[in-house]
């Protein structure tokens, strides 16, 4: 709908008829509306344009960029009765109206039917009337994660419809090409502590060592989700997603105060955290207390215990989210089948890329990162200490290397990305070793394959059945 607003202010229009806007509709978004379970593409589009044009009259129109846009006389009026239109449509084609509700338990067995070690489960609610919560996760999804990078994004977002109104939650991670994957999602009623616990006890029960105390959950601080984690996977790592606290910061106490909480998370050292926190708190005393009270092993760099692999915020899981969008206009049935669709066209995508990576032994992404490290190693002066370490000088600063006993660099890089950075990389140089043996096992083709050697299984969900509950 904000996409449509985003247009009011286009001049250049097109007028054309409804059905020649339908038929446009469905050349540009095969798939979208055609697979719609029960209703044909023609009946759905006639019975959305028949009920706009009916109800409300008017016309469509195209934008400058493009889009359709459907206008009437009364500007403020238009967004709605287009919206309302749509609303009903998507209901009939099984979006969400009492006859789809009645046919999730028909698209769970189909799913289990198709996907035996899969995890599907669902929940009315107690009055046993309507929809409460589903789970989902694809064996497939759940059995690739020990091959994908110890790191998993929580989030939810809410659907964006208005008629059934629901809540997607997503557990997400990525491979070693940098690729999102979705790993389990649940469709819930609202967004609160006890349908968080629902879905992070289906999620544990379905992916095995994702409760780990290597797996590093990351999320915002809202909605119960904090407390759920800490009680369904005690021992893990959750750590807060900084834009979101910058956010917080900005609100509570202005614009300058979020200058330095900017400083303050990329903090390398203990010692330079105290400094910029003490400078908070002689700037903004309140501030200053605000931020001391969250412990930095939840969001400063140097205190996080566990690799985030660049990421310092939950973008990890809102781009799925964006990616997801379409899909958010449905009821919870439609929403149920077309992210199921959505993961496994994914998961194809990625099988077919890892068929081609026979030979190399880093994934693309990797390698593309090694070869920018190792570009900057070569611009580096090595200053060697002793055997094992060097202070490495570059135009960003120095920066203490030690390889034994453990590797590390006061850049933190090795120990955020695992995969060696430029000045361990310039180091191991002059002492003639090489730094491959330093990549995390996640990065190599080989676990990329193995991450999505399994494909999934499509499901049918035409003409289901209706439950007699
Ligand atoms: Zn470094």
Same mark, same amino acid.
């Given at each position: 709908?904000?996409?449509?607003?985003?247009?009011?202010?286009?001049?250049?229009?097109?007028?054309?008829?409804?059905?020649?806007?339908?038929?446009?509709?469905?050349?540009?978004?095969?798939?979208?509306?055609?697979?719609?379970?029960?209703?044909? !593409?023609?009946?759905?589009?006639?019975?959305?344009?028949?009920?706009?044009?009916?109800?409300?009259?008017?016309?469509?129109?195209?934008?400058?960029?493009?889009?359709?846009?459907?206008?009437?006389?009364?500007?403020?009026?238009?967004?709605?009765?287009?919206?309302?239109?749509?609303?009903?449509?998507?209901?009939?084609?099984? #979006?969400?109206?009492?006859?789809?509700?009645?046919?999730?338990?028909?698209?769970?067995?189909?799913?289990?039917?198709?996907?035996?070690?899969?995890?599907?489960?669902?929940? !009315?609610?107690?009055?046993?009337?309507?929809?409460?919560?589903?789970?989902?996760?694809?064996?497939?999804? #759940?059995?690739?994660? !020990?091959?994908?990078?110890?790191?998993?994004?929580?989030?939810?977002?809410?659907?964006?419809?208005?008629?059934?109104?629901?809540?997607?939650?997503?557990?997400?991670?990525?491979?070693?090409?940098?690729?999102?994957?979705?790993?389990?999602?649940?469709?819930?009623?609202?967004?609160?502590?006890?349908?968080?616990?629902?879905?992070?006890?289906?999620?544990?029960?379905?992916?095995? #060592?994702?409760?780990?105390?290597?797996?590093?959950?990351?999320?915002?601080?809202?909605?119960?989700?904090?407390?759920?984690?800490?009680?369904?996977?005690?021992?893990?790592?959750?750590?807060?997603?900084?834009?979101?606290?910058?956010?917080?910061?900005?609100?509570?106490?202005?614009?300058?105060?979020?200058?330095?909480?900017?400083?303050?998370?990329?903090?390398?050292?203990?010692?330079?955290?105290?400094?910029?926190?003490?400078?908070?708190?002689?700037?903004?005393?309140?501030?200053?207390?605000?931020?001391?009270?969250?412990?930095?092993?939840?969001?400063?760099?140097?205190?996080?215990?566990?690799?985030?692999?660049?990421?310092?915020?939950?973008?990890?899981?809102?781009?799925?989210?964006?990616?997801?969008?379409?899909?958010?206009?449905?009821?919870?049935?439609?929403?149920?089948?077309?992210?199921?669709?959505?993961?496994?066209?994914?998961?194809?995508?990625?099988?077919?890329?890892?068929?081609?990576?026979?030979?190399?032994?880093?994934? !693309?992404?990797?390698?593309?990162?090694?070869?920018?490290?190792?570009?900057?190693?070569?611009?580096?002066?090595?200053?060697?200490?002793?055997?094992?370490?060097?202070?490495?000088?570059?135009?960003?600063?120095?920066?203490?290397?030690?390889?034994?006993?453990?590797?590390?660099?006061?850049?933190?890089?090795?120990?955020?990305?695992?995969?060696?950075?430029?000045?361990?990389?310039?180091?191991?140089?002059?002492?003639?070793?090489?730094?491959?043996?330093?990549?995390?096992?996640?990065?190599?083709?080989?676990?990329?394959?193995?991450?999505?050697?399994?494909?999934?299984?499509?499901?049918?969900?035409?003409?289901?059945?209706?439950?007699?509950?």
């Amino acid at each position: 709908m904000d996409d449509e607003n985003n247009s009011m202010d286009d001049s250049q229009e097109e007028e054309i008829g409804a059905e020649e806007l339908w038929r446009r509709h469905v050349q540009s978004n095969s798939g979208a509306l055609q697979n719609l379970a029960g209703v044909s !593409p023609e009946a759905g589009g006639k019975l959305y344009i028949i009920h706009v044009h009916f109800e409300f009259g008017g016309n469509w129109t195209r934008r400058r960029h493009g889009r359709y846009q459907f206008l009437l006389p009364n500007m403020h009026r238009k967004y709605k009765s287009a919206w309302h239109g749509r609303e009903i449509v998507l209901s009939h084609m099984g #979006g969400g109206d009492a006859k789809s509700f009645q046919s999730i338990p028909a698209v769970c067995a189909r799913l289990k039917a198709v996907d035996p070690n899969g995890h599907v489960d669902w929940e !009315p609610q107690p009055d046993n009337r309507a929809f409460r919560r589903m789970f989902v996760c694809p064996s497939a999804s #759940g059995r690739s994660f !020990p091959y994908m990078r110890p790191q998993v994004g929580l989030d939810a977002c809410h659907s964006k419809n208005q008629r059934y109104p629901s809540f997607i939650m997503l557990a997400t991670c990525l491979d070693g090409n940098n690729n999102i994957s979705i790993i389990a999602y649940a469709i819930v009623d609202r967004e609160n502590e006890e349908n968080w616990v629902w879905f992070l006890i289906h999620l544990r029960g379905a992916v095995a #060592g994702i409760d780990s105390p290597k797996i590093q959950y990351v999320s915002d601080r809202c909605k119960g989700i904090i407390n759920a984690v800490r009680n369904i996977f005690p021992g893990a790592s959750h750590v807060h997603c900084t834009i979101h606290l910058q956010r917080n910061v900005k609100q509570r106490f202005g614009t300058e105060m979020e200058k330095f909480f900017k400083v303050l998370y990329r903090c390398k050292t203990e010692e330079r955290y105290k400094h910029v926190l003490e400078a908070i708190r002689e700037k903004n005393p309140e501030c200053g207390q605000y931020l001391s009270n969250i412990s930095p092993a939840l969001y400063v760099m140097y205190a996080v215990h566990r690799p985030r692999f660049g990421h310092t915020t939950s973008n990890i899981v809102e781009i799925a989210n964006s990616a997801i969008l379409p899909i958010r206009s449905y009821g919870p049935l439609r929403m149920c089948i077309e992210l199921y669709l959505y993961m496994m066209e994914q998961k194809a995508k990625q099988h077919r890329l890892s068929l081609t990576l026979n030979e190399e032994r880093l994934t !693309p992404y990797a390698a593309r990162y090694m070869a920018t490290q190792e570009e900057d190693a070569g611009r580096m002066r090595v200053r060697i200490a002793y055997l094992n370490e060097a202070l490495v000088q570059s135009s960003t600063g120095d920066f203490v290397v030690t390889l034994l006993p453990e590797c590390k660099s006061t850049c933190l890089v090795f120990k955020d990305m695992c995969l060696p950075c430029s000045h361990i990389i310039a180091f191991e140089r002059e002492m003639r070793l090489s730094s491959e043996r330093h990549v995390g096992v996640m990065w190599t083709s080989a676990a990329f394959r193995i991450a999505h050697l399994e494909t999934f299984h499509p499901v049918d969900t035409s003409n289901l059945p209706i439950s007699a509950s």
